[in-house]
């Protein structure tokens, strides 16, 4: 097969040099169905375009063809919406254009030649869409001219720089051009950039070489690009490099693309640079243009494999890339690394940005109250760098793929739960006094410290209690009194399970949003069951976390229920020297 692929300027569509402004919509195609809004979008795109004020060219979608010997025209695959409704417009502002034909509803292509707004109908549904689509047509012109008489001339001017992607296949079957057809319009499956380069460099190869060398090329580079598109697939790669997932399931390796050429994948303009560049060659070097530029491809991608494979740059990017997506792009810091050249010089200059990022925040001073993006990120940092120690396990690191994807978003929680309403929904009190009762049940007394003196307050009192709560929701009495004597409770045992509730660093941990609100207002060993829960389900708990409602900074074991202010000190001694391997 000899698939070509271009770009051409809508002007060209009028006149080609192949067969005369002739285009046929073949049988297999449901016909002409933009309804109003798709025309005018298109109507308000270009216009858009040409009042930007810029030199630049402007992409429609692809138009997929293939020549029809037996008609002498170009059969279209894809794309027919648009060349009917660009002939509209030539149509309604009296502009040459090319022909359009209907095989075999030769009605619909004489309707087509001879609409205006004097024969409108609708006795067929293209007569109906192409009638309402004219309609829309003029009645936009006629508001544009009425403030600019040489609106429609501007806008067929216009038309040598708003171009179409010309993707020309040879040699089909009629049942291969069904298969496409169907691929690209009922399976609803738009080309993108990706397969558009794809295409691209792939035909562009075999120029200059023979037909054995040229298969053996383009079998080489088929095979490379799977194997970066699987890496690229790999959540913990992709989600390294990005804060979303990649759009509509295209091809994950437009990642590379767009950082070859600078730009995000929309109206094809990643394409566009790619054609722009073996365009800039002769004719007979467009092969080795194409050849260099998939080896650019692949230098990219090697460039950030060896980022991910190193611990340290893995989670300074990732740590940055988290907190600033857009500042600290891979677009951006792959312009950084080439300013500071050497990969130990790089991972100064990434040291140095967060460093930045840091500055200003005082570990002692910082509030829940004041400033949870502080917060946020410093507990980020905590979790990423405390990771990043742990140099005798590799396979341990900080996940950014399960970190980015936690449902609700990150969230900071209470260590130990903070003053809040009272809980007045019987259903609520009902779980809090059930999570509560399971895990008193194994808890006889709590020694607690003040002034070096031990106090030991035994837990019997409270579990006969939260049994008569329960009778009482039982026997559905009073509500009012049992929410009364409830936040009575829950007030009584937050005073037992910790010293003093705070808003400072030493009392908060990062956790998903959504099991945030499973842990709100329960004591500390709730909580601790809960989380232990939670990773038991797969659920992500960042690890400083895990480490903090089991005890691990804690030097001291004898108060395992509750969260001291020892345990607190000795929480935020480790945040504090954790943070000071990054400002040194």
């Known amino acids: 097969m000899n698939n ?30 933009w309804e109003p809004r798709h025309v005018k979008y298109l109507l308000d795109d270009i216009d858009t375009f040409i009042n930007g004020g810029e030199n630049s060219d402007y992409c429609l979608q692809p138009i997929v063809v293939t020549l029809n010997k037996d ?32 095989l075999p509803r030769t009605k619909s292509t004489y309707f087509l030649q001879g609409i205006n707004e004097n024969n409108y109908n609708h006795d067929e549904p293209d007569f109906h869409y192409m009638s309402e689509a004219y309609k829309t047509i003029k009645d936009y012109f006629d508001e544009k001219l009425s403030n ?99 759009k509509n399931d295209a091809a994950h390796i437009e990642f590379i693309f767009n950082l070859m050429a600078g730009c995000e994948a929309e109206n094809y303009t990643t394409f566009l640079w790619f054609e722009t560049e073996i365009n800039k060659v002769k004719k007979e070097d467009e092969g080795k243009i194409a050849c260099d530029l998939w080896g650019k491809v692949k230098e990219n991608f090697g460039q950030l494999k060896s980022w991910y494979n190193n611990r340290t740059l893995y989670h300074y990017i990732g740590f940055l890339n988290t907190i600033n997506p857009e500042k600290y792009s891979i677009h951006n810091l792959k312009k950084n690394q080439s300013e500071t050249n050497t990969k130990s010089s790089f991972e100064l200059w990434l040291k140095a940005r967060i460093k930045d990022e840091i500055r200003g925040i005082d570990l002692k001073k910082v509030s829940y109250d004041g400033d949870k993006t502080a917060i946020t990120k410093i507990l980020l940092l905590f979790n990423v760098l405390t990771l990043n120690e742990l140099t005798d396990i590799p396979q341990n690191r900080f996940s950014f793929n399960r970190y980015k994807n936690m449902k609700g978003g990150s969230s900071i929680e209470h260590i130990h739960a903070q003053n809040s309403e009272n809980i007045k929904d019987i259903k609520q009190i009902k779980i809090w006094l059930d999570k509560t009762k ?87 060993p709730v909580k601790r069951n809960i989380i232990i829960d939670l990773e038991k389900k797969g659920h992500f708990v960042p690890l400083c976390t895990k480490m903090v409602f089991l005890k691990g900074y804690s030097n001291t074991d004898y108060q395992p229920f509750y969260w001291s202010e020892i345990d607190k000190n000795a929480y935020f001694s480790e945040i504090e020297r954790i943070i000071k391997t990054i400002k040194t």
């Open 4 to 33: 070509k692929i271009t770009t051409k300027s809508v002007m060209e569509l009028i006149v080609n040099n192949k067969c005369v402004e002739q285009y046929l919509i073949p049988y297999y195609q449901r016909g002409y169905r």
């Open 71 to 102: 008609e002498n025209m170009w059969e279209v695959i894809d794309g027919q919406q648009r060349l009917i409704t660009l002939f509209l417009i030539f149509q309604c502002i009296g502009k040459q254009r090319y022909k359009i034909n209907f």
């Open 148 to 246: 600019n008489p040489l609106y429609a001339d501007k806008f067929y001017v216009a038309m040598e720089r708003v171009k179409v992607i010309w993707y020309e296949l040879d040699s089909l079957t009629e049942d291969e051009k069904i298969d496409i057809f169907n691929r690209l319009n009922i399976g609803k499956i738009p080309l993108t950039d990706a397969e558009l380069i794809r295409s691209l460099l792939l035909s562009k190869i075999k120029i200059g070489k023979n037909k054995r060398e040229a298969f053996l090329r383009q079998t080489e580079i088929s095979e490379e690009w799977n194997r970066i598109e699987h890496e690229l697939r790999k959540d913990e790669f992709w989600y390294f490099l990005n804060e979303k997932p990649q």
């Open 438 to 524: 399971d895990v008193l049940s194994n808890i006889r007394s709590v020694e607690k410290t003040s002034d070096m003196e031990k106090t030991e307050i035994s837990i019997k009192e409270y579990l006969e209690k939260i049994d008569d709560l329960l009778r009482s929701i039982s026997n559905n009495e009073d509500n009012n009194e049992i929410v009364t004597d409830f936040n009575v409770l829950n007030q009584r045992l937050s005073e037992v399970f910790d010293s003093r509730s705070v808003h400072d660093l030493s009392n908060l941990a990062l956790i998903g949003n959504n099991d945030n609100s499973k842990l709100n207002n329960f004591i500390f």
